[in-house]
């Protein structure tokens, strides 16, 4: 795991985006993302925000993206 995890750094300390190879092991990959269609299919997804609990707000032209948040 040092090796994918240092490949990793490495690649973002260059270009500013992190890659490496087999980082997660085949089986984890295809369990996340059974797991996130499964969030997916079940609308468990909301449209992202800007702000906090307080004070928030939703702007397609600043965040059009969908979060899930994990609970401890």
């Known amino acids: ?3 994918q995890f240092d490949c ?3 690649s973002f300390i260059a270009d ?3 890659l490496s190879e087999n980082f997660l092991e085949e ?3 295809a369990q ?3 797991h996130l269609i499964d969030l997916h299919t ?3 997804f909301h449209a992202a925000g800007i702000g906090n609990q307080d004070v928030h707000h939703q ?3 600043t965040r059009g993206d969908q979060i899930y948040w994990l609970d401890p």
Request: hydrophobic share 40%; no cysteine.
């Open 1 to 3: 795991m040092q090796t």
């Open 8 to 10: 990793l750094i490495d």
């Open 16 to 18: 500013k985006v992190g």
């Open 27 to 29: 089986q984890l990959a």
């Open 32 to 34: 996340l993302k059974a």
């Open 42 to 44: 079940s609308q468990q």
């Open 59 to 61: 702007d397609q032209s």
